[in-house]
Protein backbone atom coordinates (compact mmCIF):
# COMPACT_ATOMS: atom_id res chain seq x y z
CA UNK A 1 0.00 0.00 0.00
CA UNK A 2 1.85 3.48 -1.35
CA UNK A 3 1.30 6.33 0.94
CA UNK A 4 0.06 4.20 4.00
CA UNK A 5 -0.09 6.60 6.93
CA UNK A 6 0.11 4.50 9.52
CA UNK A 7 -1.38 7.15 12.46
CA UNK A 8 -1.77 5.24 15.82
CA UNK A 9 -2.90 6.80 19.17
CA UNK A 10 -1.51 5.22 21.99
CA UNK A 11 -4.29 4.39 24.58
CA UNK A 12 -2.58 5.41 27.98
CA UNK A 13 -3.91 7.32 30.85
CA UNK A 14 -1.04 9.74 32.75
CA UNK A 15 -2.99 10.19 35.72
CA UNK A 16 -2.17 6.65 36.27
CA UNK A 17 1.51 7.29 36.34
CA UNK A 18 1.22 9.57 39.14
CA UNK A 19 0.56 9.70 42.90
CA UNK A 20 -2.12 11.95 42.70
CA UNK A 21 -3.46 11.52 39.49
CA UNK A 22 -6.49 9.85 40.38
CA UNK A 23 -7.40 13.08 42.01
CA UNK A 24 -7.03 15.07 38.63
CA UNK A 25 -9.58 15.48 36.10
CA UNK A 26 -10.46 12.64 34.00
CA UNK A 27 -9.59 13.70 29.85
CA UNK A 28 -9.30 10.35 28.06
CA UNK A 29 -12.54 9.47 27.41
CA UNK A 30 -13.35 13.33 25.89
CA UNK A 31 -9.55 13.05 23.90
CA UNK A 32 -10.24 9.81 22.54
CA UNK A 33 -13.62 10.95 20.95
CA UNK A 34 -11.69 13.99 19.36
CA UNK A 35 -9.81 11.44 17.48
CA UNK A 36 -12.59 9.40 16.64
CA UNK A 37 -14.53 12.02 15.11
CA UNK A 38 -11.55 13.24 13.06
CA UNK A 39 -11.25 9.92 11.53
CA UNK A 40 -14.54 9.11 10.87
CA UNK A 41 -14.91 12.80 9.05
CA UNK A 42 -11.85 11.33 6.40
CA UNK A 43 -13.08 7.91 6.49
CA UNK A 44 -10.23 6.58 8.32
CA UNK A 45 -9.45 3.69 10.60
CA UNK A 46 -6.67 3.17 12.73
CA UNK A 47 -4.51 1.45 15.49
CA UNK A 48 -4.99 2.06 18.80
CA UNK A 49 -2.00 1.23 21.36
CA UNK A 50 -4.08 0.65 24.79
CA UNK A 51 -2.40 0.21 27.95
CA UNK A 52 -3.84 -3.02 29.77
CA UNK A 53 -4.90 -0.56 33.14
CA UNK A 54 -7.06 1.72 30.75
CA UNK A 55 -9.03 -1.32 28.73
CA UNK A 56 -10.22 -2.32 32.70
CA UNK A 57 -10.94 1.45 33.39
CA UNK A 58 -12.67 2.58 30.41
CA UNK A 59 -14.02 -0.91 28.85
CA UNK A 60 -16.98 0.95 27.23
CA UNK A 61 -14.43 3.05 25.47
CA UNK A 62 -12.31 0.38 24.45
CA UNK A 63 -15.73 -1.24 22.74
CA UNK A 64 -16.55 1.65 21.30
CA UNK A 65 -13.39 1.77 19.30
CA UNK A 66 -14.12 -1.70 18.47
CA UNK A 67 -17.47 -0.79 16.90
CA UNK A 68 -16.14 1.73 15.12
CA UNK A 69 -13.87 -0.47 12.82
CA UNK A 70 -10.28 0.35 14.70
CA UNK A 71 -7.89 -2.40 15.59
CA UNK A 72 -6.79 -2.55 18.99
CA UNK A 73 -3.13 -3.29 20.05
CA UNK A 74 -0.92 -4.08 23.13
CA UNK A 75 0.85 -1.24 24.90
CA UNK A 76 1.62 -3.52 27.97
CA UNK A 77 -0.24 -3.94 30.99
CA UNK A 78 1.17 -1.02 32.51
CA UNK A 79 3.11 2.17 31.34
CA UNK A 80 6.56 0.34 32.38
CA UNK A 81 9.52 0.25 29.47
CA UNK A 82 10.92 -2.92 28.92
CA UNK A 83 14.39 -2.08 30.28
CA UNK A 84 12.64 -2.03 34.20
CA UNK A 85 11.17 -5.92 32.99
CA UNK A 86 12.59 -8.92 32.66
CA UNK A 87 11.37 -11.42 30.01
CA UNK A 88 9.21 -13.36 32.03
CA UNK A 89 7.93 -10.44 33.90
CA UNK A 90 7.30 -9.03 30.26
CA UNK A 91 5.42 -12.24 29.49
CA UNK A 92 3.23 -11.93 32.27
CA UNK A 93 2.44 -8.23 31.89
CA UNK A 94 2.04 -9.04 27.96
CA UNK A 95 -0.36 -11.47 28.15
CA UNK A 96 -2.03 -9.62 31.45
CA UNK A 97 -2.58 -6.58 28.69
CA UNK A 98 -3.99 -9.03 26.34
CA UNK A 99 -6.37 -10.33 28.87
CA UNK A 100 -7.92 -6.99 29.64
CA UNK A 101 -8.14 -6.20 25.94
CA UNK A 102 -10.28 -8.95 25.05
CA UNK A 103 -12.63 -8.70 27.82
CA UNK A 104 -13.26 -5.43 26.60
CA UNK A 105 -14.09 -6.65 23.17
CA UNK A 106 -10.88 -7.27 21.52
CA UNK A 107 -9.95 -9.92 19.17
CA UNK A 108 -7.27 -10.86 17.30
CA UNK A 109 -4.38 -9.01 18.69
CA UNK A 110 -1.66 -8.73 16.63
CA UNK A 111 0.19 -6.03 17.32
CA UNK A 112 2.03 -4.38 20.15
CA UNK A 113 4.31 -0.97 20.95
CA UNK A 114 6.51 -0.76 23.98
CA UNK A 115 6.15 2.24 26.29
CA UNK A 116 8.45 4.94 25.66
CA UNK A 117 9.65 3.12 22.54
CA UNK A 118 12.04 1.36 24.36
CA UNK A 119 12.52 -1.48 22.46
CA UNK A 120 16.28 -1.07 22.07
CA UNK A 121 19.29 -3.31 20.72
CA UNK A 122 19.14 -4.39 24.50
CA UNK A 123 15.78 -5.21 25.45
CA UNK A 124 15.46 -7.52 22.18
CA UNK A 125 14.45 -10.46 23.59
CA UNK A 126 11.18 -9.12 23.37
CA UNK A 127 10.89 -9.98 19.86
CA UNK A 128 10.79 -14.13 21.21
CA UNK A 129 8.46 -13.01 23.70
CA UNK A 130 6.04 -11.28 21.36
CA UNK A 131 6.57 -14.57 18.64
CA UNK A 132 6.06 -17.05 21.68
CA UNK A 133 2.74 -15.54 21.77
CA UNK A 134 1.40 -15.16 19.01
CA UNK A 135 2.67 -11.78 18.21
CA UNK A 136 2.58 -10.69 14.45
CA UNK A 137 4.63 -7.25 14.32
CA UNK A 138 5.60 -4.58 17.05
CA UNK A 139 6.15 -0.86 16.13
CA UNK A 140 7.84 -0.47 19.04
CA UNK A 141 11.67 0.93 17.70
CA UNK A 142 12.96 4.62 17.26
CA UNK A 143 15.74 4.14 15.00
CA UNK A 144 17.53 7.36 16.29
CA UNK A 145 19.90 8.48 19.43
CA UNK A 146 17.11 9.80 21.93
CA UNK A 147 17.20 11.45 25.38
CA UNK A 148 15.03 8.68 26.56
CA UNK A 149 15.47 5.34 24.34
CA UNK A 150 16.42 4.79 20.97
CA UNK A 151 17.83 2.36 18.56
CA UNK A 152 19.84 4.38 15.59
CA UNK A 153 21.30 1.59 14.19
CA UNK A 154 18.27 -0.60 13.40
CA UNK A 155 17.29 1.99 9.99
CA UNK A 156 14.84 3.24 8.84
CA UNK A 157 12.90 0.63 7.08
CA UNK A 158 10.61 -2.76 9.03
CA UNK A 159 12.49 -5.33 9.26
CA UNK A 160 11.55 -9.07 10.22
CA UNK A 161 13.12 -9.80 13.47
CA UNK A 162 12.63 -13.57 15.30
CA UNK A 163 9.30 -13.62 13.22
CA UNK A 164 8.15 -10.18 14.22
CA UNK A 165 7.60 -7.64 11.68
CA UNK A 166 9.06 -4.06 13.64
CA UNK A 167 7.49 -1.10 11.79
CA UNK A 168 10.03 1.73 13.03
CA UNK A 169 8.84 5.26 13.56
CA UNK A 170 9.49 7.33 10.99
CA UNK A 171 12.60 9.75 11.64
CA UNK A 172 13.94 12.14 9.42
CA UNK A 173 17.49 14.56 10.16
CA UNK A 174 17.23 17.75 11.72
CA UNK A 175 20.83 19.38 11.91
CA UNK A 176 23.01 16.69 13.60
CA UNK A 177 20.18 14.55 15.07
CA UNK A 178 17.33 12.36 13.27
CA UNK A 179 13.82 12.88 15.06
CA UNK A 180 10.30 11.54 14.07
CA UNK A 181 8.53 13.68 12.61
CA UNK A 182 4.71 12.26 12.34
CA UNK A 183 3.86 12.18 16.32
CA UNK A 184 3.44 13.21 19.29
CA UNK A 185 5.79 16.04 21.02
CA UNK A 186 7.51 16.79 17.61
CA UNK A 187 4.90 16.75 15.08
CA UNK A 188 3.75 19.91 17.23
CA UNK A 189 7.34 21.25 18.03
CA UNK A 190 8.75 21.29 14.64
CA UNK A 191 8.36 23.62 12.41
CA UNK A 192 5.33 22.86 9.53
CA UNK A 193 7.93 23.82 6.10
CA UNK A 194 10.16 20.68 7.95
CA UNK A 195 7.16 18.46 8.29
CA UNK A 196 6.22 19.30 4.90
CA UNK A 197 9.69 18.55 3.67
CA UNK A 198 9.88 15.18 5.56
CA UNK A 199 6.36 14.16 4.56
CA UNK A 200 6.93 14.98 0.71
CA UNK A 201 10.19 12.68 0.76
CA UNK A 202 8.34 9.49 2.66
CA UNK A 203 5.66 9.99 -0.04
CA UNK A 204 8.50 9.50 -2.58
CA UNK A 205 10.29 6.38 -0.74
CA UNK A 206 7.66 3.94 -0.90
CA UNK A 207 7.77 3.55 2.94
CA UNK A 208 5.01 3.82 5.70
CA UNK A 209 4.97 7.23 7.20
CA UNK A 210 4.92 5.81 11.02
CA UNK A 211 3.18 8.17 13.80
CA UNK A 212 2.14 8.44 17.19
CA UNK A 213 -0.07 10.61 19.01
CA UNK A 214 -1.56 10.51 22.70
CA UNK A 215 -4.83 11.68 24.23
CA UNK A 216 -3.29 14.33 25.88
CA UNK A 217 -1.42 15.98 22.27
CA UNK A 218 -4.83 17.39 21.66
CA UNK A 219 -6.18 18.34 24.95
CA UNK A 220 -6.11 22.16 24.90
CA UNK A 221 -8.19 22.22 27.90
CA UNK A 222 -5.64 19.94 30.53
CA UNK A 223 -4.28 21.66 33.83
CA UNK A 224 -0.71 22.40 34.00
CA UNK A 225 1.46 20.11 35.90
CA UNK A 226 4.76 17.98 35.40
CA UNK A 227 4.11 15.03 33.61
CA UNK A 228 5.58 12.01 34.63
CA UNK A 229 7.81 9.90 32.64
CA UNK A 230 10.51 13.45 31.70
CA UNK A 231 12.56 13.30 34.34
CA UNK A 232 11.07 16.86 36.11
CA UNK A 233 12.47 18.79 33.16
CA UNK A 234 10.56 21.91 32.81
CA UNK A 235 11.51 22.49 29.49
CA UNK A 236 10.27 19.18 28.52
CA UNK A 237 6.87 20.01 30.37
CA UNK A 238 6.62 22.79 28.72
CA UNK A 239 6.91 21.14 25.32
CA UNK A 240 4.13 18.50 26.54
CA UNK A 241 1.11 21.25 26.41
CA UNK A 242 3.08 23.37 23.29
CA UNK A 243 0.55 23.78 20.01
CA UNK A 244 -1.79 21.22 20.58
CA UNK A 245 -4.49 22.93 19.21
CA UNK A 246 -2.43 23.20 15.94
CA UNK A 247 -2.51 18.77 15.73
CA UNK A 248 -6.12 18.20 13.58
CA UNK A 249 -4.99 21.26 10.78
CA UNK A 250 -1.39 19.54 10.46
CA UNK A 251 -2.88 15.97 10.11
CA UNK A 252 -5.35 17.02 7.88
CA UNK A 253 -2.66 18.79 5.31
CA UNK A 254 -0.70 15.20 5.90
CA UNK A 255 -4.13 13.77 4.67
CA UNK A 256 -4.54 16.51 1.27
CA UNK A 257 -0.80 15.22 0.54
CA UNK A 258 -2.30 11.48 -0.45
CA UNK A 259 -1.55 9.91 2.41
CA UNK A 260 -4.07 7.03 3.35
CA UNK A 261 -4.88 5.93 7.32
CA UNK A 262 -4.90 2.19 7.72
CA UNK A 263 -4.74 0.14 11.11
CA UNK A 264 -1.49 -1.70 11.09
CA UNK A 265 -2.82 -5.24 10.62
CA UNK A 266 -4.17 -4.17 7.63
CA UNK A 267 -0.70 -2.65 6.26
CA UNK A 268 0.98 -5.88 7.50
CA UNK A 269 -1.21 -8.00 5.86
CA UNK A 270 -1.61 -6.20 2.45
CA UNK A 271 1.93 -5.38 2.00
CA UNK A 272 4.33 -7.86 4.00
CA UNK A 273 2.39 -10.89 3.89
CA UNK A 274 4.91 -12.69 1.50
CA UNK A 275 8.08 -11.23 3.19
CA UNK A 276 9.94 -14.53 4.21
CA UNK A 277 10.75 -14.42 8.30
CA UNK A 278 14.74 -13.11 8.99
CA UNK A 279 17.09 -12.69 11.66
CA UNK A 280 18.10 -9.46 12.73
CA UNK A 281 20.50 -8.00 9.64
CA UNK A 282 17.95 -9.76 7.14
CA UNK A 283 15.72 -8.36 4.53
CA UNK A 284 14.51 -4.70 4.99
CA UNK A 285 11.36 -3.81 2.90
Given at each position: ??N???FS?D?????????D?L??P??????V???LE???????R????V??????????L??E????G????C?????I????Q???Q???L??????AL?????K?I????A?????T?K??????????????????V????N?????P??G????M??????????????????I????????????????R?SI?K?????R???G?????????E????M???I???????Y???????????R?????K?????????????R??Q??AK?????N??
Open positions: MNAFLVLEDIRFLMEGGRERVPANHGYWLKSHGFCTFFVGDVAEAYPSIRIIEKHEIAHGYRHPLDQTPDFRNLEANRNTRAGANQGFRPIFSLETAWAYEVLKDLGFTYSSSLPAKPFYGWEFPRPKIDGILEIPMTVRRFGPYRPTAGGVYFRVLPAFFIRKIFRSNPLAYFHPYDIDTQERFHPENDSRFYNLMYYNRKNVFRLDAIVRGFTICPYAEYVREMGLEEPGGNL
